[in-house]
């Protein structure tokens, strides 16, 4: 089993639509909890983090995570073209990060 | 501020040959990583170095790959031989010590290919 499950994808919605992204982790000894963001051909980006349960908001995005039912979301409201881009679940265990297998997201004018 | 900077941005070698991949850090930036993704799979951590000390080298797949941070500044990955399944991209992280929140900032990759 992998310690971070994530769907693959591809996603892909119109503009303005609400995007919902999901993992699912099996170590329940996880307190840090990250999404991050990759456009082709570049870095991992660091978008926002949650630390152990409950919801965080940073402008159009919303990072979730529900420790009882090991699972973490990201919520993208009124979603742009711009926010085409594999997004990736992380947790961190000690220093290194433990990814998912990132989810592709198109927006679509 | 200069990110992270890899080099090269791609490299296509033979199966049996060697490959040296480079990884440049943020400056001031002790703790380095290096990750790896796979067609099809996840990005996988292959070891992590703080200053020029390997602090965790778990991820290493085999001996083929040897990692070197000489000076705790720039790093080096070397694959030798490289075999077909070596193939994917490489990534090189970095971040600064002492945070609780371990911000780790990546560089483009290295796209590798075995032929």
């Known amino acids: 089993q992998k310690e971070v499950e994530q769907d693959p994808g591809p996603l892909s919605v119109p503009e303005g639509a609400i995007v919902s992204l999901n993992c699912t982790y099996s170590?329940?000894?996880?307190?840090?909890f990250m999404w991050y963001r990759q456009y082709s051909r570049k870095g991992p980006e660091l978008l926002m983090y949650?630390?152990?349960?409950g919801n965080k908001e940073d402008g159009r995005f919303t990072a979730q995570v529900d420790k009882s039912s090991k699972y973490i979301s990201l919520f993208i409201r009124d979603s742009q073209p711009s926010d085409s881009a594999t997004y990736l679940c992380?947790?961190?265990?000690?220093?290194?990060?433990?990814f998912g297998q990132g989810t592709r997201l198109t927006i679509n004018p | 501020e200069a990110g992270v900077t890899q080099f090269p941005s791609h490299s296509v070698i033979e199966k049996g040959q060697t490959v040296t991949l480079r990884c440049d850090p943020i400056?001031?930036?002790?703790?380095l990583y290096w990750y790896r993704r796979v067609m099809g799979k996840e990005i996988k951590f292959l070891l992590h170095?703080?200053?020029?000390?390997?602090?965790?080298e778990s991820g290493m797949p085999n001996n083929r790959f040897l990692a070197e941070r000489t000076g705790g500044t720039y790093s080096t990955l070397k694959v030798q031989p490289a075999e077909l399944e070596d193939s994917g991209v490489y990534f090189c992280?970095?971040?600064?010590?002492?945070?609780?929140?371990?911000?780790?900032?990546f560089g483009p990759g290295t796209r590798l290919t075995v032929l």
């Open positions: 992380a947790i961190q265990g000690a220093q290194k990060l433990v």
């Open positions: 400056s001031g930036h002790d703790n």
């Open positions: 949650t630390y152990s349960s």
């Open positions: 992280a970095s971040s600064q010590d002492g945070l609780v929140v371990n911000e780790q900032f």
């Open positions: 170590n329940s000894a996880f307190q840090y």
């Open positions: 170095f703080v200053k020029e000390s390997k602090q965790d």
